[in-house]
């Protein structure tokens, strides 16, 4: 019998299958924080990021019983010019700090600014979730208080690195985007500006203590944080839930009660994307509706998005100081 020849193509997709395999059941054990699997399980899932050298220093800070630990990159104009802008990126649920350094460390390196990452709470330090008040995963279940751990960051920062207090903006991608949310509400007076990728509220926020210019991006075909609200159609997910997430549509009808903004929304259409914004508003409201978009970081060599989210909300933040 002649032995069967497999085409690379064919090694290459069995190991696509088997790799997405192994993927699934590492986010699943990160949003579960289930150790056992997670320590099984030694591929990492990093979505959509180009893998390069980031330098950038690991700080720690003894904060709430536990040593928390966040990333800083300062770029090399840091040395010369003082008090710069400060962007923090929350990962999502089961990433880790790295994976928002290797999306945004070349936009700080050219636009000057400091970037945060802080790590979330999770079987280990590669895998971490946020307690965003109705999901998700480990950090929920311990009622770990990431509110103020944010807060503690910066104090941490500011003590050792002169950044300027009205330049310091927020961008979450997914139960890091959740949290952004939280964030935003909490702490919007010292907010220039927010973005939440892929991210939801839970319908029992209060008022936001101040207005916020808020920026969200969302995919219609979102398989994990529905566009519409609910429970995540992912089941682990669904698992690492406390409350449904609110649809997008809540969010934005919450950001414009909160920015005051008065009358119709102003839409802009493209092949992609659905673009709203408030008008009249005291802070302004943008959310970039995707028609196919996935749970994903929009890059612009995907089809279903066709824009770089990094970029985007980069040319969003610069608009504003407090």
Not at 123 to 151: I, S
Not at 241 to 249: A, D, G, I, N, R
């Amino acid at each position: 019998m002649t032995p069967i020849k497999k085409s690379a193509k064919s090694l290459s997709l069995t190991s696509s299958i088997i790799a997405l395999s192994i993927s699934c059941q590492y986010v699943q054990a990160a949003w579960d924080g289930n150790g056992f699997i997670a320590e099984k399980i030694k591929q990492r899932i990093e979505q959509r990021i180009t893998m390069q050298h980031v330098q950038q220093s690991t700080r720690r800070i003894d904060f709430d019983g536990m040593q928390r630990t966040y990333q800083i990159y300062e770029p090399a104009s840091s040395s010369t010019i003082h008090n710069l802008p400060v962007v923090i990126a929350l990962h999502g649920g089961g990433g880790n700090a790295s994976q928002m350094m290797k999306r945004w460390q070349t936009m700080a390196e050219q636009q000057d600014f400091i970037l945060i990452a802080p790590q979330g709470i999770g079987a280990n330090a590669r895998m971490g979730t946020w307690n965003a008040q109705g999901c998700c995963g480990e950090a929920m279940k311990k009622k770990v208080n990431d509110l103020e751990f944010v807060q503690q960051i910066l104090k941490d920062v500011s003590r050792n690195t002169p950044i300027d207090h009205n330049k310091i903006y927020m961008v979450g991608f997914s139960n890091g985007g959740m949290l952004a949310h939280q964030l935003a509400i909490s702490m919007g007076s010292q907010l220039a500006a927010v973005a939440v990728v892929s991210g939801a509220l839970f319908g029992n926020e209060t008022a936001a203590k101040s207005p916020v210019p808020i920026l969200m991006i969302h995919g219609e075909q979102d398989s994990v944080v529905p566009f519409h609200g609910g429970m995540s159609p992912t089941h682990f997910v669904a698992r690492a839930q406390k409350q449904s997430f609110q649809s997008v549509t809540y969010a934005m009808n919450y950001w414009k009660t909160n920015n005051q903004c008065q009358g119709n929304m102003l839409v802009q259409k493209t092949a992609m994307l659905r673009i709203e914004k408030g008008l009249n508003c005291k802070a302004d409201v943008v959310l970039y509706d995707v028609t196919q978009g996935q749970h994903v970081w929009p890059t612009v060599d995907h089809h279903d998005e066709g824009f770089d989210a990094t970029q985007v909300i980069w040319s969003f933040f610069r608009q504003y100081a407090r």
